[in-house]
């Protein structure tokens, strides 16, 4: 998931402000490593990041493209040899679903992957109402695959029959929720479905909030959180629990928030700050600990070795 830079986070809180006044561990967390190593290879840029019900860990790279594949019991990842990347120089969003296969997004393209790496679909996003598109992260349904587009203010959605993908197709131009602020810097990051696929919470960074969209209707609105504001990253969902990875705007970590039955509202409970986090991007939640990967894509970006740290999950064990 990409961060604004700072001039442009600046630009964009200004003319808002102008506008509008799981799964059980395998192993016992002790016994676990706190700190992950994607690569020691320069030039990477962690950037996405999913754990499976099983503890086989994938992460993506901004820098390369490349998709890297682990355990939670191993410190050490290696790239996942997955046919069919070369030509995308970047990869951001990663995820994978019920059946086993990876889903990942870059550049203008989704591609679907099965566990050993073989491309069982590629689909190519349509350009945007400002141009070339730039998928970002993606949330995956029952019925669907929903991505985000950082170049447009635009959601991208392709069904899914069975095994089949259908084509990534212009799904949902958000404007229409707020149609006073610039195209622009929507920059629309994370995004999370409900278990039902009914609700979609989608991150805009240019807006420094959460949207809400029904998926029947179309509807969108800004998810309340009060006073804080939420230019979120990465995202997870967990039941009604937000997880969310702050950069910008706020000090650098993981914020979780508890929402009500219709993440309508919610109420932000805790803050993990404290953490050695350098530029996390996004997370993954896996028994009890948090996944957090460390981008160091800052100006100018970081130096190998590129690592995923794991936090205690201060949620673990209240009611989903």
């Known amino acids: 998931m990409r961060r604004v830079p700072a001039r442009t986070a600046c630009l964009a809180a200004a003319l808002l402000l102008a506008t509008l006044a799981g799964a059980p561990a395998p192993a016992v967390a002790r016994d676990l490593p706190d700190t992950y190593v994607v690569s020691r290879e320069d030039g990477v840029l962690p950037e996405g990041i999913t754990v499976t019900p099983n503890g086989t860990m994938f ?17 050490d990842l290696k790239p996942f040899p ?26 203008a393209t ?13 689909r190519t996003a349509q350009a945007g109402p400002l141009g070339a598109p730039r998928l970002n992260d993606l949330a995956v349904t029952k019925d669907a695959v929903y991505v985000t587009d950082w170049d447009n203010p635009v959601i991208h959605r392709a069904e899914l ?64 959180l009060g006073d804080q504001s939420f230019g979120a990253d990465g995202m997870v969902l967990r039941g009604r629990t937000l997880y969310a990875v702050l950069n910008y705007g ?37 028994g009890c600990r948090l996944y957090v990967v460390n981008s160091q894509n800052d100006e100018p970006p970081g130096r190998p070795p590129y690592t995923v740290t794991a936090l205690a999950d201060p949620t673990c064990g209240d009611t989903p």
């Open 110 to 122: 989704l591609t679907v992957h099965d566990r050993h790496g073989r491309l069982l679909a590629g």
């Open 59 to 75: 992460v993506s790279s901004d820098g390369l493209g490349t998709l890297y594949r682990g355990r939670v019991g191993d410190p």
């Open 250 to 286: 706020a000090p650098h970590g993981v914020y979780i928030a508890r929402l009500d039955a219709e993440l309508r509202t919610g109420t932000v409970t805790h803050r993990l700050t404290d953490g050695e986090l350098d530029l996390p991007t996004t997370l993954a939640v896996h």
């Open 82 to 107: 997955a046919r069919g990347l070369e030509e995308r120089s970047s990869t951001l969003g990663v995820h994978t679903d019920r059946r086993g296969r990876v889903l990942s997004v870059g550049g």
């Open 161 to 224: 029959r069975g095994s089949t993908l259908g084509p990534l197709e212009p799904w949902l131009d958000i404007r229409s929720a707020f149609p006073r602020f610039p195209a622009r810097y929507w920059l629309l990051n994370g995004i999370v479905a409900d278990e039902s696929g009914s609700t979609l919470l989608v991150a805009s960074n240019g807006t420094e909030a959460v949207w809400r969209v029904d998926t029947d209707d179309k509807e969108v609105t800004p998810l309340d």
